[in-house]
Nanobody, 115 residues
């Protein structure tokens, strides 16, 4: 059974940092493309970052230079390091992957950035 579980969210002040974790079970993260998305209240879910199985990473323009995605194959976990956080980064952050034609999502983790 495939499970995707996010953690690491919380309340932080503007300019602060958080590291989100996405633990995957049932599949090896080294073989997957994993993505982070976020959804703010009243807004559509938006792409934040991606790491491909070969290790290539991409981040959205809105977080470029502040957010970094990485992977620990031994822990089978993907991370989103978020620095210089802004109030507009406030959202529920979700981890996503797909395998064999099926999408897998975690339950999300809340990030709140106070001004």
């Amino acid at each position: 059974q495939v499970q995707v579980v996010e953690s690491g969210g919380g309340l932080v002040q503007t300019g602060g940092s958080l590291r989100l974790s996405c633990a995957v079970s049932g599949l090896f993260v080294s073989t997957l493309t994993l993505r982070w998305y976020r959804q703010a209240p009243g807004k559509e879910r938006e792409f934040v970052a991606r790491i491909r199985s070969v290790g290539i990473t991409n981040v959205a323009d809105s977080v470029k230079g502040r957010f970094t995605i990485s992977r620990d194959n031994l822990k089978n976990t993907v991370y989103l390091q978020m620095n210089s956080l802004k109030p507009e980064d406030t959202a529920v952050y979700y981890c996503n992957t797909e395998y064999s034609g099926r999408d897998y999502w975690g339950q999300g983790t809340q990030v709140t950035v106070s001004s």
